[in-house]
């Protein structure tokens, strides 16, 4: 108990007492021990306070630890997830770029890859144990020994190293690209392979495509060089077979009836004629030829040209027919179209020979997409959707990759006698149509050739022709206007032996000068339509602004379609296509005369 001290202090005592009672229980003294304990009470106080700040300080620390230790569970839980949404987007990454990880332990024999891999394996992700073995058996058996090249090359350098190889899975070949490292002891012992497999087939295909679609791009670009190259050999090479064929028919009109020449003449006139066909030819593969496109039948076209196919078949071949349901009328001009047909059968009976063998002549709708007009050639400029096909297939000799890469070439040919522009002829009419043309061939399994025409809504047209027959004999004043001195004279001989009077300009600026000097006595102008200078489009304007129905005749070593977009322009003209006979020329002539201008 605290006692007050003389000194005026507290001192805190223990006191000790024991008393005393009588028999009969009556108090009689008590006996008291006083001990000074101040210094234990103050040691005891101080402790007391000492354990409370104490306890205020554990308090406190455990307060800031927990604080930190609740930041420290967000911290971990908010990187738990980030690591997840990580993990999350490299499963997607690899799921999207078709990569896969793995490893193998050699030592351990044990082996471990992601999900993605299993896909790419061609396995359900996580259903079946990763194991070296189950990897084998995957590879290619073609690749075993090259992939077994390559690990034993790049494994002992413990550097990075690549590889491809192919994979067998039960829905077929894969390719995959391996990048891979080892990791070695220090004895050079393997203790660890890793790294990514990458399916790469898709890229591959799609690789192959484009590499596909620039050698057709690069061929259909060639084949059109070459078509203007034709062309314009085609032109000038009708510009000489005017003078020839001209003076040919005008030397057999001038000589007696009983010349020994009229016989060789002759022959140079047909030699001529024949000459003009070959052109005729090489136009139709520059894509240039002459067209009058219409709606044709092409089931009955080829039904008419039945006896024409047989006469050029070999008797030993079998001539068969095969029509869809669909008799499809497509958009082309009829001649043009029958020398494609006769082309395809006179190269299927080439290639068939005597032997015995089939050829088999289809005709059809068809619908085309994107895809499968790529495996044509001028496929990439055809649009999608319906076309009429006609295909012309041969149990024949077949022909190599290398003999296909050149068998539209004009100046290329596998057979003996050297004609191959059968074939090129084929290219440049379709082309000249919009459509396209397939070829499939092996060697010893004969050819199918496929040609694709656009098809027209439009119906087959009866046509009646009414042809004016030419005078007997003409008058009247006609300018021809040509630049090359030969095909002038041979022109002017020509229209005067038939009865004109002829005048002839070398060139439009010429022309146009004389045409306005003597426009009244002018009935008719021959026009040549490419010259140097003034060319002869600007000369027909120049001539139609003076006079609107003046009747022209334009003459070109081209077909027609040169004058595409011209009449438009000017109005209706004539056309004469070089070389030409005295008839052709007179009854153009004539025709332009008595129709004051006249339709192509």
């Given at each position: ?87 999350e987007l490299l499963l997607e990454a690899q799921r999207v770029g078709q990569i896969g990880s793995w490893e193998f332990l050699p ?216 029509f869809g349901p669909e008799r499809p009328v497509i958009e082309a001009d009829a001649t043009q179209l029958r020398q494609v047909v ?190 140097p200078g003034l060319s002869g489009d600007e000369v027909l304007r120049s001539l139609r602004a003076i006079r609107p129905d003046l ?50």
């Amino acid at each position: 108990a605290p006692l007050l001290a003389k000194d005026g202090s507290i001192r805190h005592v223990l006191i000790n007492s024991n008393v005393r009672w009588g028999p009969g229980g009556e108090f009689i003294h008590t006996r008291c021990f006083t001990r000074d304990i101040t210094d234990r009470k103050l040691a005891e106080l101080a402790l007391a306070e000492l354990t409370s700040t104490l306890d205020a300080a554990v308090a406190a620390e455990l307060e800031r630890t927990s604080a930190e230790l609740e930041r420290t569970n967000v911290e971990l839980e908010r990187a738990n997830a980030e690591l997840k949404n990580h993990r999350e987007l490299l499963l997607e990454a690899q799921r999207v770029g078709q990569i896969g990880s793995w490893e193998f332990l050699p030592e351990l024999g044990e082996a471990s890859w992601s999900e993605e891999l299993d896909r790419i394996l061609g396995f359900e992700p996580g259903v079946i144990a990763p194991s070296h073995d189950r990897f084998e058996a995957l590879v290619h058996p073609d690749d075993r020994s090259a992939r077994l090249a390559a690990l034993a090359d790049g494994l002992p350098t413990g550097e990075p190293f690549s590889y491809q190889f192919r994979i067998v899975r039960a829905d077929g070949e894969r390719l995959l690209a391996i990048r891979a490292q080892a990791t070695l002891a220090a004895d050079g012992t393997l203790l660890r392979v890793l790294g990514t497999a990458q399916d790469l087939t898709e890229a591959k295909r799609a690789e192959d495509e484009r590499r596909q679609f620039e050698a057709r791009l690069q061929e259909s670009q060639r084949l059109e060089s070459l078509g203007m190259l034709a062309g314009g050999i085609a032109h000038d090479f009708n510009n000489l077979l005017v003078g020839v064929l001209g003076n040919a028919s005008l030397a057999l009109e001038e000589l007696p009836p009983d010349s020994r020449a009229r016989a060789r003449i002759a022959d140079v006139e047909l030699a001529a004629r024949r000459a003009g066909d070959l052109t005729r030819q090489i136009l139709a593969y520059s894509g240039k030829g002459s067209f009058v496109v219409e709606p044709v039948d092409l089931v009955g076209l080829v039904e008419e040209m039945g006896h024409l196919m047989e006469a050029v078949v070999s008797k030993n071949v079998l001539l068969e027919y095969g029509f869809g349901p669909e008799r499809p009328v497509i958009e082309a001009d009829a001649t043009q179209l029958r020398q494609v047909v006769m082309n395809l059968i006179v190269n299927a009976a080439e290639a068939s020979g005597s032997e015995h063998g089939r050829i088999t002549v289809r005709a059809g709708v068809v619908s085309a997409d994107r895809e499968y007009l790529e495996s044509f050639v001028l496929g990439e400029n055809a649009a999608e959707g319906d076309y009429g096909y006609l295909e012309v297939s041969d149990t024949g000799a077949g022909m190599s990759p290398s003999t296909l890469v050149s068998i539209f070439d004009p100046f290329y040919s596998s057979k003996g006698a050297g004609r191959g522009l059968g074939l090129a002829g084929v290219l440049g009419i379709v082309r000249a149509h919009g459509g396209a043309v397939r070829v499939e061939s092996e060697l010893g399994e004969g050819s199918t050739f496929m040609a694709l025409l656009p098809l027209s809504h439009a119906p087959v047209p009866l046509r009646v022709q009414n042809i004016p027959s030419p005078r007997s004999h003409a008058s009247g004043t006609i300018l021809v206007v040509d630049d090359e001195r030969v095909i002038r004279e041979v022109t002017q001989a020509m229209l005067v032996r038939a009865g004109f009077t002829v005048l002839t300009c070398s060139d439009g600026e010429e022309a146009v000068v004389l045409f306005q000097e003597r426009d009244a006595e002018i009935d008719a102008v021959v026009l040549d339509l490419m010259m140097p200078g003034l060319s002869g489009d600007e000369v027909l304007r120049s001539l139609r602004a003076i006079r609107p129905d003046l009747p022209v005749v334009v003459s070109s070593g081209y077909t027609a379609h040169a004058l595409d977009g011209l009449v438009d322009a000017v109005g209706e003209v004539a056309f004469l296509q070089k070389p030409y006979t005295v008839l052709e020329l007179v009854g153009t002539v004539q025709k332009a005369l008595a129709t004051g201008v006249a339709a192509r």
